[in-house]
């Protein structure tokens, strides 16, 4: 279970995200709908630990991150891997900081995602479709306990979509708490059993 409790995060004077509280349970797939500039990211990013919170708490199962250590996967919009390698050159260093994914899941994640193990293409060569099934199997590569994704469908296709949305189905199933962030209606309505409107 993961409680967020009159989360704040502020810059200067500027407040990004204001008492926000929530509370997400495993299993389940979770909507976030908002208009641009609205906080969805950087309640992501607090969320994943990449931002630390002005005030307010997140509990992890009733402990806050440090005891918790969370397992956590992050897609976030507009992030992006290192051009001169490959995809799973570029997976195998992300895996090394925490050792949580062999090889062998590295691999299983980016052929889940639709792309090749194999392929000695570098990251700067990808289209952007690729780009984003790439950063997808990086996100469910340690089969995270919370998977957070920030407009996972953008710039792919069809089939790619229906491929997006049977994996987010196949992570909550194994347990996880999937949040997703996403402009696209069809998206939030097909998948999700509750959806917070940030303002």
Known sequence: MLEIENLTKTFGTQTVISDISMTLVSGKIYGLVGRNGSGKTMLMRVIAGLVSPSSGQLLFDGKNRVDADPNIGIMIENASL????????????????????????????????????????????????????????????EQPEVLLLDEPTNAIDRKGVELVHQIMNEEAQRGAIVLLASHVDYDIRSLCSRVFLIE
């Open 82 to 141: 290192y051009p001169e390698l490959s995809g799973r050159e570029n997976l195998r260093l992300l895996a090394s900081i925490r050792k949580r994914a062999t090889n062998e899941e590295i691999d299983q994640a980016i052929r889940r995602v639709g792309l090749e193990p194999e392929d000695k293409r570098t990251f700067r060569k990808y289209s952007l479709g690729m780009k984003q099934r790439l950063m997808l199997a990086q996100a469910i590569m």
